[in-house]
């Protein structure tokens, strides 16, 4: 089944061409790396396919879902992006939990054995605005995969991070893999790509290609 699918999709900003009749099919319960250099568009890509930024040209289908901004807002993505906004004067918990409330869709253990799963301690009162960067990545890593979505778009979720961190949140992924979930990853560490993923995908010239996963 394809899950994610991507028909002839195009996007420029201005006169800066990012991605030019773009097709891409994905396969539910896949694990998806993306690489490039900065600037040529997979954090744009995981904007399109959660429903953030418009395609110029062609769709986006989730689930056989059409996504974009002039449609409904997708409920079954988790999306992690750097440099998350979280409520300053909340802890780390109440932040989820403010979160969760709006759907009411998890309780209090769920937030707590996520939190833990990334790395964090759920009874830590620091507030957010005195978190260091890596614990508001793995906040942000948690609000992303709390709600059990069927897509995790994590765009370069080991950035900031220590050797000991990186692998909780491996082990997360791992997790979500034998929970079949389709999962999208963005790194500039190639080697956990190459650990993670199923499929490995080179965003390049406004294009995406497909490559082996041995990089």
Do not use: W
């Amino acid at each position: 089944m394809n899950f994610v699918e991507i028909k002839n999709i195009s996007k420029s900003f201005g006169d800066h061409i990012i991605f030019d009749d773009v097709s891409l099919s994905i396969d539910q319960g896949q694990c998806v790396g993306f690489i490039g250099e900065n600037g040529v568009g997979k954090s744009v890509l995981f904007k399109m396919i959660a429903g953030l930024v418009e395609a110029d040209k062609g769709q986006i289908y989730v689930k056989d879902q059409l996504v974009g901004r002039n449609e409904n807002f997708p409920t079954n993505i988790g999306f992690f992006v750097n440099q998350p906004s979280f409520v300053d004067i909340f802890d780390g918990f109440e932040n989820l939990k403010l979160l969760a409330e709006i759907k009411n869709s998890i309780d209090d253990k769920k937030i707590r054995d996520t939190m833990i799963a990334v790395g964090l301690d759920p009874d830590n009162k620091t507030k957010f605005k005195s978190y260091s960067t890596g614990m508001k990545q793995k906040l942000a890593i948690a609000q992303a995969i709390m709600e059990d979505q069927d897509l995790v778009l994590l765009d370069e979720p080991f950035n900031a991070l220590d050797t000991k961190s990186n692998l909780e949140i491996i082990n997360v992924i791992n997790k979500l893999k034998e929970e079949d979930k389709t999962i999208f990853l963005t790194s500039h560490q190639e080697e956990y790509l190459r650990k993670l993923c199923n499929e490995i995908y080179l965003v390049n010239d406004n294009k995406i290609k497909r490559i082996d996963n041995k990089i």
